[in-house]
């Protein structure tokens, strides 16, 4: 649905993209992570028609943006982190001009418009200034004017910077609503944490270079150079000296504070091996959890170097 080959900007000097292969699945709600300054913007600016690249190729759902910006732009929804709104219209006022904008029917306006401001969860708003609406609330009526023409690709540049946690949660299931409504989804997003639990595809961009995409559990497993498992045993003590043991084991050691025994072992996990290995020398195991890196962590290892 959205596809980037070779893909090049320049600014005078200085390299902000650099060759990147973005491939976004048709369905996808599909996180883009990048500190500032990776290029994330620019690609979805390119993506969006709003700028050419220097070299390379952007498609979305097959069309090129170099040749069919106008077809595009029917197509995709666009909210970038920060917008403009007219605060002396009412959400509905508001609603019922980017409808008009778009060229959709008089008669088709008010059920389009009542539509979209439920489900955004702004219908109880509907005669309220757009001036007197909470910062999350504003995010959820530009979502919502993104929606008014009813594209296949939405396309959103940090929706949910700056909202408070209550609001990030409204943001989410809206986000999630509209992946099973059929829409294809590329988000922006700082909040890692939040990427993770949400979406179902994620590509990590660094100075300008495409590091990682995949699904979260290839990502994962990209990034993963040993694992971490905690136990506790009928022997928390003997257990750590068996498990030093097994060669894919590097270190057991008991965590006073934790109270768990704590076990790296290597890339190749087999938690069965480990299980026997301690009933086999008559020690029973009570509890054992893998712990899994976070998304964050995976972004710190996938970097490394990069930085500068």
């Given amino acids: 649905m959205l596809r980037t080959v070779g893909l090049t900007k320049a600014y005078g000097g200085t390299q902000a993209l650099r060759g990147i292969d973005l491939h976004v699945h048709e369905g996808d709600l599909f996180g883009f992570i990048g500190p500032n300054g990776a290029g994330k913007t620019t690609t979805i600016r390119i993506l969006t028609t709003l700028l050419e690249p220097t070299s390379g190729e952007a498609y979305v759902n097959g069309l090129s943006v170099w040749e069919k910006k106008e077809e595009i732009r029917g197509i995709l929804g666009y909210m970038p982190d920060s917008f403009g709104v007219y605060r002396d219209m009412t959400v509905t006022e508001?609603?019922?001009?980017?409808?008009?904008?778009?060229?959709?029917?008089?008669?088709?306006?008010?059920?389009?418009?009542?539509?979209?401001?439920?489900?955004?969860?702004?219908?109880?708003?509907?005669?309220?200034?757009?001036?007197?609406?909470?910062?999350?609330?504003?995010?959820?009526?530009?979502?919502?004017?993104?929606?008014?023409?009813?594209?296949?690709?939405?396309?959103?540049?940090?929706?949910?910077?700056?909202?408070?946690?209550?609001?990030?949660?409204?943001?989410?299931?809206?986000?999630?609503?509209?992946?099973?409504?059929?829409?294809?989804?590329?988000?922006?997003?700082?909040?890692?944490s939040e990427l993770a639990e949400?979406?179902?595809?994620?590509?990590?961009?660094?100075?300008?270079?495409?590091?990682?995409?995949?699904?979260?559990?290839?990502?994962?497993?990209?990034?993963?150079?040993?694992?971490?498992?905690?136990?506790?045993?009928?022997?928390?003590?003997?257990?750590?000296?068996?498990?030093?043991?097994?060669p894919s084991v590097a270190d057991a050691a008991y965590d006073d504070e934790a109270g768990y025994v704590k076990v790296t072992l290597g890339a190749e996990l087999d938690l069965a091996k480990l299980n026997a290995h301690l009933i086999g020398r008559e020690i029973g195991v009570r509890y054992l959890e893998r712990q899994d890196p976070t998304l964050e962590q995976v972004f710190m290892t996938l970097t490394k170097g990069l930085v500068q």
């Fill in 94 to 192: 508001y609603l019922h001009f980017f409808a008009a904008a778009y060229g959709i029917p008089g008669k088709e306006r008010p059920g389009l418009v009542a539509g979209l401001m439920e489900l955004v969860d702004l219908d109880y708003k509907k005669d309220s200034l757009i001036d007197t609406l909470s910062r999350g609330m504003q995010q959820r009526l530009g979502l919502a004017r993104t929606l008014v023409h009813d594209p296949k690709v939405l396309v959103l540049d940090e929706p949910a910077s700056g909202l408070d946690p209550r609001a990030r949660i409204e943001i989410r299931e809206i986000l999630r609503e509209l992946q099973r409504m059929g829409k294809t989804i590329l988000l922006s997003s700082h909040i890692l």
């Fill in 198 to 246: 949400v979406c179902n595809r994620v590509a990590i961009l660094e100075q300008g270079e495409l590091v990682a995409q995949g699904s979260i559990d290839e990502i994962m497993a990209s990034a993963r150079d040993h694992t971490e498992v905690w136990l506790r045993t009928t022997d928390d003590s003997r257990a750590c000296v068996v498990l030093r043991e097994i």
